[in-house]
């Protein structure tokens, strides 16, 4: 089994752009995001069409700030949480280039960095966009309750964050560059506890990073950071203990996005998130950072709890995956 | 906007396989179909779980017939039309491979052999599966009606075919191989009837079709078969007459696999529908016919409703996307 993709020309990425909610404008990364909304509803009718707005947004802001023009971009790979990944599909309408639907849940956007570079290193297309965005108010009502219901949030929950990221990839430049993928397998530990994901992940994000250090035959000392996206606080605990055990300490590395998107209070226990919370936080304050060589090198892996209401409904437990990429800075 | 791969390599189709449920075993095709369902529940609790055990049973068939062993097999690319994907994150979790889960509706199996064919092409990956399912009742009660409710089903209605298909693709051997793709792009003409899905397709098939001949300054009698997966017959004859206004006559290679796959019958209409109904058709009598070089050069479309339940609920018009690939004998 192939799992890791090395890139020789290291697509770069030329342009990033975030955009938020009035709950994550709140965050201590704020003065990071680029547009921070006032309503959550962003002007529209329904929640929906709302995330649907922000990934348009979210993508068509990456493009201005690229330099590069809708005309030149080839594909955009985008994917969100909502049924049939309306946002997504429903955005790619309003772009004239081609379209791959993607979904792994929370760790979508890593899968579509590692296709679009795919892609980009080997000369099928030259400019690419890769997006995802999730909200909480589509969220909630999708996967749990009604909104209007109130229902109190067990400890162990994350909050789905309202928000999004893009990057545009490309061929050339000296920008952050994406140097290596490492494709996730799919890890089931029976967890059926659809309030309790950063447990159902935690063995998922340790079965790519171990796999990743000993084909790569490097150790958590070689990278700047490792980012996760979204474990949450327990299930990053659970993440850092199951490396420890294997003999990998990552504790001076490893930072959880969804651990610290929210100033820690009650109401989001765990935590944030949502697909779009690793690309809204990869897509400010780190790609910034990255961008000015604080970290050179860095790991990014997203997390995504492959559930749906009707698999958690009809009884089953949650298939997890965690996709993996090196990104490293400009030359 | 680069929308056409051309692949150096032309990864090969070293296995397929093919699953239907007892209706679509009525078949004039049945007898190439290879597992033929009594059941369509196949002996689970719920048509879902039925579905997901369809996408493993295709998959692992399909490995087999290919002659590799599961652990030779690098990644799987499967999409389904269920909320969140879920058939195919749940039976990829019985894999121990990477999983790429993606999602553009009908259009979904180009998508994956277009995506898996780059990633052997440029040498990441050796072995890939592409599969895609879809289920009469799964589908009929996600997005319409409840099964219970006997609704009278609109004359512009298609049928969401229950089975799917799986193709192994590889970098070597004498068979059926890749020779391009080319991406669609999403169409968008305001068509608001979720019952008619062939007339908000069509837009789409055309786009991709007639910029593909002219970006590859190729003629419909430059190809043997020009297939599209799936806009019905009325879709269709929509689709041939735009084709028809720019100029190009493809009456005598275009052949719908939803128009084909029904005896025509008062309760289909249309005929069939859904993502497994393309990869059903071709993973059995036209791959068997590519193989015995019965036709030589051949166009695979797969047109996509990217629609949602929720969008046509909230008015949302009809966005639909069309990949294409070029499938040639062996050498």
Not at 41 to 66: G, L, Q
Not at 194 to 214: E, R, V
Not at 243 to 258: A, P, R, S, T
Request: aromatic share 12%; hydrophobic share 35%; glycine share 10%.
């Amino acid at each position: 089994m192939k799992r890791l993709f090395n890139y020789k020309n290291q697509p770069k990425i030329i342009g990033v752009s975030s955009i938020c909610g009035p709950k994550e404008a709140q965050s201590n990364f704020a003065k990071y995001f680029e547009l921070k909304l006032k309503d959550d509803k962003y002007y529209e009718e329904t929640f929906e069409k709302a995330e649907s707005k922000m990934m348009y947004t979210v993508i068509k802001n990456a493009i201005t700030n690229s330099g590069k023009k809708e005309t030149d971009i080839d594909s955009i790979f985008s994917g969100d949480l909502l049924n049939q990944i309306m946002s997504s599909s429903f955005s790619a309408r309003n772009f004239d280039c081609g379209y791959f639907g993607i979904y792994n849940a929370c760790a979508t956007f890593c899968e579509g960095l590692i296709l679009a570079s795919s892609l980009i290193d080997s000369n099928y297309q030259d400019n690419i966009v890769c997006a995802t965005t999730s909200h909480f108010s589509t969220a909630e009502r999708q996967y749990r309750y009604p909104l209007e219901l109130g229902s109190t949030r067990p400890p162990v929950s994350q909050w789905t964050v309202t928000g999004g990221g893009a990057v545009v990839l490309s061929n050339k430049g000296n920008y952050p560059k994406i140097m290596q993928g490492f494709v996730g397998r799919v890890i089931d530990y029976g967890v059926i506890d659809a309030n309790n994901m950063g447990a159902a992940m935690a063995p998922s994000a340790f079965d790519t990073l171990y796999s990743f250090f000993k084909e790569t035959n490097t150790t958590p000392n070689e990278y700047d950071l490792i980012l996760t996206g979204d474990l949450g606080v327990l299930g990053g605990k659970l993440f850092r203990d199951l490396m420890w055990e294997k003999g990998y300490n990552i504790k001076k590395q490893h930072v959880d996005l969804g651990e610290i998107i929210y100033n820690s209070n009650d109401e989001e226990y765990q935590g944030g998130s949502g697909a779009g919370c690793s690309s809204l936080m990869f897509c400010s304050y780190f790609y910034n950072a990255i961008k000015e060589r604080k970290y050179k090198k860095v790991i990014l892996m997203t997390t995504g709890a492959l559930l749906s209401s009707i698999s958690s409904f009809q009884g089953e437990s949650i298939p997890s995956i965690t996709h993996l990429v090196v990104i490293g800075c400009g030359a």
